[in-house]
């Protein structure tokens, strides 16, 4: 079944403590994405990946790093999360930027810092 | 960066009602794409378009892109208690070069009463 996986679903952590969120796709997907989605502001992109070793900031990096060392992964990584992080975050993928942007999102992962 | 505005944010609606939403753009789009999100999950793709003008169905769903590039429209016929969640309206600017990500609007949330 094609599908993005993230973990973990849920996520309550504290200030400061590193933590990482994985992201993993099946369909051979190039471009991948990290959003964050908080009430009154929709999806909110955090960063993006073209490929494998080319990453981009979207709209809200602060805070945040990714890396893309294979195809199919793509984790995000909090070195030192803060209350403003908690959130609901998605990752999302897509069959490539020249044709299609049609995006194919994972389930979420609820994150609390306290 | 680019700013959709979606309208309306949120909706009361009876079962077996009719619904519209829209989705306004401040420049022309490449493509636009309706989302739905159901609660708990992660946004599912619906509806893409690609061309101004296009009309296109998708079960009891019709979106269209709009003639001058800058808007899209939503409409559900016949809603049912299922039809409750947040759509997401989405657009990729004309491209001039490059990458250009996509946009997403901060949503409709959508409850039906039965």
């Known amino acids: 079944e094609a599908q993005v996986t993230q973990n973990p679903r849920y996520l309550i952590t504290v200030t400061g403590k590193k933590l990482t969120v994985t992201c993993s796709q099946n369909m051979n997907h190039e471009y991948m994405s990290w959003y964050r989605q908080d009430p009154g502001l929709g999806l909110r992109q955090i960063y993006y990946s073209m490929n494998v070793e080319v990453t981009d900031k979207g709209d809200v990096p602060e805070g945040y790093k990714v890396s893309r060392k294979e195809k199919r992964n793509f984790p995000l990584i909090l070195e030192s999360p803060s209350p403003n992080q908690t959130s609901l975050y998605f990752c999302?993928?897509?069959?490539?930027?020249?044709?299609?942007?049609?995006?194919?999102f994972g389930p979420g992962t609820r994150l609390t810092v306290t | 960066g680019q700013q959709l505005n979606q309208s309306p944010q949120s909706m009361f609606i009876q079962e077996g009602e009719d619904v519209s939403m829209n989705c306004t753009s401040s420049?022309?789009?490449?493509?636009w794409l309706w989302y739905k999100q159901d609660p708990g999950e992660g946004p599912v793709l619906l509806i893409a378009l690609y061309k101004a003008g296009e009309l296109t169905s998708n079960g009891r769903l019709t979106a269209q892109f709009g003639i001058t590039r800058k808007d899209s429209f939503l409409n559900i016929s016949a809603s049912i208690p299922s039809d409750v969640g947040i759509y997401f309206c989405?657009?990729?600017?004309?491209?001039?070069?490059?990458?250009?990500?996509?946009?997403f609007g901060i949503g409709t949330k959508l409850q039906v009463i039965p």
């Open positions: 989405a657009g990729q600017p004309t491209r001039s070069g490059g990458y250009q990500k996509v946009t």
């Open positions: 999302a993928s897509s069959a490539g930027t020249g044709v299609s942007y049609e995006q194919y």
């Open positions: 420049s022309i789009f490449n493509t």
